[in-house]
């Protein structure tokens, strides 16, 4: 009796799923709308679960921008606002926020920022499920999982609806990786892009420089040529070189900010022991006396009335007092190195704990949940601007404080009080990533080193030059995800252990007597092999 082979699979590889190409134009029957239908239905038909995952997590952030109309504030809001109206560089902390607010200031509106936010942290979780699907073959489940914590966590959306500059740095962050990896061998030009997202994100956040490093050493490590990682970094350096001669043109200093030298003073002053060090004569007045364990938490060393730093004439954060700190820091470092090792590694801890504990004290645990009411506009915010008796309502030309509106408000704050990602989880999530890189350890980790990398250094930086703050962490655990996902895709030593260990414990569960599935040889030949060319060689260097 003959037997026809099985026909191949119909099902789309994760490749041919990615591609949402419709009708071209110009061909007979293209239509707009037809285009539009033919692009919906490839869509659907390929990304079916994430668009399905991806619908509710859009309506939950429309319900945040209804309740809380339009915006939410924390502390930082106001100076960031205050810099924008009389555009200004803040000494403290880098100004690209306040510059990206006077671009959209003639709006005279906080929405389109707020609305702006919410969409780049959904284009966030798109570029992660089309990383994990187009270069890295990952089944859509996996690739899915990956964005479930930037969607759903209750935090996160909060913290979008914020006026900071958190989640374009994140976007500008996460956008970099994308274009960094969409291909095994990237162009010149498009690490001339990477190097530009780069420098852009260094401006939003101080903590982006030091990550020039860690997308220069992976580009070495996986060999890219010395022409484009010098592009990269060349390119990268160019708005951070105009900001800071913007700075040194504004403060009379060639820096970012005033604040380097200060907010490490604030770090090592929860251990610092003037008895253990050598102190100059000019900086005998940085010391304290009180017992390391009664210390406050290191921000009240910068923000506070009872920090030595404010025996220095205003403002603490000036070329004189910033210098200073930061010598005494460096200093306390080398006089007591374990002391400091024990500080960074409690603060980086406190990442991973499974509930949310109050820190660092209850009013600002309370900026980032959603509230009952608008947080008053600051006294040292209130100026006389014409019609306007803040810097918050002259932005907007109008009332400044968020409007509370049920019954929307009522549902994204009970939806924050439950859903959101325990620190705990996180860690596992790192664990899972660092554990498919280890198997992959003949190819230093392979790609998954660099989203892996970059989630750990956004947490362990903070720690080490000021303090923990939980909106760092909402940061850092989108590459986690996207660095676990790639770790375990189809055609990496990872993936082909789940796959490995998938079909033993398959085996088990086989009734005795049971034949075992057979893929016929034309299936064989026709299935997509998982992973780049490079993979399949590496893998079999791994011996997997």
């Not at 285009?35 to 869509?43: I, Q, V």
């Not at 205050?82 to 880098?94: C, G, K, Y």
């Not at 030593?493 to 893929?519: F, S, T």
Request: hydrophobic residues 50%; positive net charge; proline residues 7%.
């Amino acid at each position: 009796m003959r037997v026809m082979p099985a026909a191949p699979s119909r099902e789309p590889t994760a490749r041919r799923a990615w591609s949402i190409r419709s009708i071209k134009p110009g061909r007979p029957g293209w239509t707009t709308r037809s285009g539009a239908r033919a692009l919906a239905a490839r869509a659907w038909t390929g990304h079916r679960l994430f668009l399905i995952v991806l619908t509710p997590a859009v309506l939950l952030r429309i319900d945040a921008e209804l309740g809380y109309r339009w915006h939410a504030w924390f502390n930082d809001s106001f100076q960031y606002v205050q810099n924008t109206v009389h555009f200004q560089l803040d000494p403290a902390r880098v100004s690209g926020y306040s510059i990206w607010l006077k671009i959209l200031q003639p709006l005279h509106t906080y929405a389109v920022v707020t609305i702006l936010q919410h969409l780049m942290a959904v284009a966030v979780a798109v570029m992660i499920y089309a990383l994990a699907r187009h270069r890295f073959r990952s089944p859509a489940w996996l690739a899915t999982l990956a964005t479930v914590p930037v969607l759903y966590d209750g935090f996160e959306i909060q913290l979008e609806h914020l006026i900071m500059a958190d989640v374009p740095f994140l976007f500008l962050l996460t956008l970099a990786v994308t274009l960094l990896l969409w291909d095994p061998a990237p162009s010149l030009r498009r690490c001339v892009i990477v190097g530009a997202l780069l420098g852009v994100a260094e401006v939003m956040r101080s903590v982006g420089l030091p990550l020039l490093a860690v997308f220069a050493v992976y580009m070495i490590i996986k060999r890219i040529s010395w022409r484009k990682v010098a592009a990269t970094i060349v390119v990268c350096l160019v708005p951070v070189f105009g900001y800071a001669g913007l700075f040194y043109a504004e403060h009379g200093q060639f820096a970012m900010t005033e604040s380097t030298g200060v907010f490490l003073y604030s770090r090592v002053m929860t251990f610092a022991d003037c008895t253990k060090m050598k102190v100059p004569a000019n900086e005998l007045s940085l010391c304290t006396t009180v017992p390391p364990d009664k210390r406050p938490i290191a921000q009240a060393y910068i923000w506070t009335s009872q920090s030595p730093l404010s025996r220095f004439p205003p403002s603490k954060f000036s070329p004189v007092p910033n210098q200073l700190a930061e010598n005494f820091a460096i200093r306390a470092i080398k006089a007591q190195p374990l002391d400091y090792a024990t500080a960074v590694a409690k603060d980086t801890l406190r990442v991973f704990a499974w509930k949310r504990v109050i820190f660092p004290n209850a009013p600002t645990y309370d900026e980032y949940i959603f509230g009952y009411r608008s947080l008053p506009i600051p006294k040292w915010d209130q100026a006389d601007l014409g019609p306007y008796d803040s810097y918050a309502a002259a932005y907007v030309h109008g009332d400044p404080l968020t409007q509370v509106v049920a019954p929307f408000a009522n549902v994204i704050r009970g939806y924050q009080r439950y859903v959101w990602l325990p620190g705990s989880v996180y860690g596992l999530i790192l664990l899972a990533g660092l554990g498919g890189m280890v198997l992959a350890w003949r190819r230093l980790g392979g790609e998954a080193l660099l989203p892996w990398t970059i989630s750990l250094a956004l947490i362990v930086i903070p720690a080490a030059t000021a303090e923990f703050d939980y909106r760092y962490v909402l940061v850092a655990v989108p590459f986690a995800c996207l660095a676990a996902a790639m770790a375990f895709s189809p055609g990496t030593a990872g993936g082909n252990l789940a796959r490995r260990l998938g079909a033993r414990l398959g085996k088990r569960r086989q009734r005795p007597g049971e034949a075992a599935d057979v893929i016929p040889a034309r299936d064989k030949a026709s299935a997509p092999a998982g992973g780049s060319g490079d993979d399949q060689r590496d893998l079999a260097a791994d011996g997997t």
